[in-house]
């Protein structure tokens, strides 16, 4: 099912996710290795609020239109945003969980 993008404009990230041993925590771009807490990398908060949505609407395609509307809200971005935060999603997870759905959008496995 669709969302419509006037649902997303108060979207709140949710505290913390872990995906593939890795912790991702809304309050900082860092992410952290699951355990131990030594640090791999970082995702800016745009890129955060995009991984998180999709994780919350897991099992459902998000447009692009949506992602750019829940990680840049009421800023000017084009598409290509929305395609580099993918892009950064998937190398720090190191994991093909994030499927692309031609003409359509992207997926979370």
């Not at 919350?56 to 239109?65: E, I, M, P, T, W």
Request: net charge positive; hydrophobic share 40%.
């Amino acid at each position: 099912m669709q969302q419509d993008i006037g649902e997303v404009d108060d979207f709140v990230l949710p505290s913390k996710l872990i995906l593939n041993s890795k912790e991702f925590q809304s309050g900082t771009k860092i992410v952290r290795k699951q355990g131990c807490g030594s640090i791999i990398g970082t995702l800016s908060e745009p890129h955060r609020k995009v991984l998180f949505y999709l994780y919350l609407n897991r099992g459902q395609v998000v447009s692009k239109q949506i992602l750019k509307s829940v990680g840049w809200a009421g800023k000017a971005v084009t598409c290509a945003s929305v395609l580099v935060a993918i892009y950064e999603i998937r190398r720090i997870l190191d994991c093909r969980c994030i499927q692309t759905v031609s003409n359509e959008g992207y997926v979370m496995e």
